[in-house]
């Protein structure tokens, strides 16, 4: 029965190790060098080409603001870490299933044998049927167990202290909310809304820090760290080792990572 044969090594296929995190790091595009020398031509030359501006970030990831302090432009945002205690769990959990899923199709290879050495035909017909039954069922099994293994969550979240990059830019991805002046919320046409568009390149409608609020998704670009300059260090005096008499040394605060932009998402993001 060669069914039963392709399902056992289906289920086989399944015991298989967690999938590792994502990639953060977007593949950077490299722009068209074609025509690079030709001059751009401009039908109106009243109107100045806005030239288009390039992100430079380190990674991005999309979370959640947890609080906001927009005066100091510092913010607190859960992040996600994997958890080793729940990794366990689920590869634990995982390798019962698939040892209860090996022991039904294995028992349904034996009755397929017996009901082949059945020697009356109406006693091997209703052993088949029975075992057709059993397969169906063993099928319904494993795609609950794929179901079920998705939904295994092995993060732990966690918070996480950041600030804005002295040119920190916050985009949302909606137009912005602005009332007219009875104080109805205006309503916005689409070439209003192309021209509130960012034409640097960069995603959504530019706005304001104070549009950033505790609750809403965001995504994040965050800066890259500068470059240690080497002569510098050279130049700074060495620290003496601390005598038994010397006063402790300052606790050390460690600086928040720095973003350049923020993106707020749509609620439909969550």
């Known amino acids: 029965?060669?069914?039963?044969?392709?399902?056992?090594?289906?289920?086989?296929?399944?015991?298989?190790?967690?999938?590792?995190?994502?990639?953060?790091?977007?593949?950077?595009?490299?722009?068209?060098?074609?025509?690079?020398?030709?001059?751009?031509?401009?039908?109106?030359?009243?109107?100045?080409?806005?030239?288009?501006?390039k992100l430079n970030y380190s990674f991005a990831f999309v979370t959640k603001i947890i609080s906001a302090n927009v005066e100091s432009r510092e913010f607190t945002v859960e992040t996600k870490e994997v958890d080793p205690k729940k990794v366990t769990d689920v590869q634990t959990w995982q390798a019962q299933r698939f040892q209860q899923l090996t022991q039904q199709a294995n028992q349904m290879q034996q009755q397929f044998n017996q009901a082949s050495m059945q020697k009356d035909p109406k006693a091997r017909a209703a052993a088949l049927q029975n075992i057709g039954k059993a397969q169906v069922n063993l099928q319904n099994e494993v795609i609950k167990f794929q179901a079920e293994l998705a939904k295994k969550d092995i993060y732990t979240t966690k918070p996480y202290d950041i600030r804005a990059h002295d040119e920190a830019k916050v985009r949302a991805m909606t137009p912005p909310v602005?009332?007219?002046?009875?104080?109805?919320?205006?309503?916005?046409?689409?070439?209003?809304?192309?021209?509130?568009?960012?034409?640097?390149?960069?995603?959504?409608?530019?706005?304001?820090?104070?549009?950033?609020?505790?609750?809403?998704?965001?995504?994040?670009?965050?800066?890259?760290?500068?470059?240690?300059?080497?002569?510098?260090?050279?130049?700074?005096?060495?620290?003496?080792?601390?005598?038994?008499?010397?006063?402790?040394?300052?606790?050390?605060?460690?600086s928040r990572p720095e973003f350049i932009m923020i993106v707020i998402l749509p609620q439909s993001a969550k």
């Open 1 to 53: 029965m060669k069914r039963i044969g392709l399902l056992i090594a289906s289920i086989a296929l399944l015991f298989i190790a967690l999938p590792s995190l994502p990639a953060q790091d977007e593949k950077k595009k490299e722009p068209d060098k074609a025509n690079k020398d030709e001059p751009k031509k401009v039908d109106d030359p009243a109107k100045e080409e806005v030239k288009k501006e």
């Open 178 to 254: 602005e009332f007219d002046d009875l104080g109805f919320e205006k309503k916005w046409t689409k070439k209003e809304l192309e021209e509130r568009k960012d034409k640097t390149g960069l995603p959504g409608f530019p706005v304001e820090f104070d549009q950033l609020k505790s609750g809403q998704y965001v995504a994040i670009y965050m800066a890259k760290a500068p470059p240690k300059d080497k002569d510098k260090d050279k130049d700074q005096p060495k620290k003496k080792k601390k005598g038994p008499d010397d006063d402790p040394a300052p606790a050390e605060v460690k």
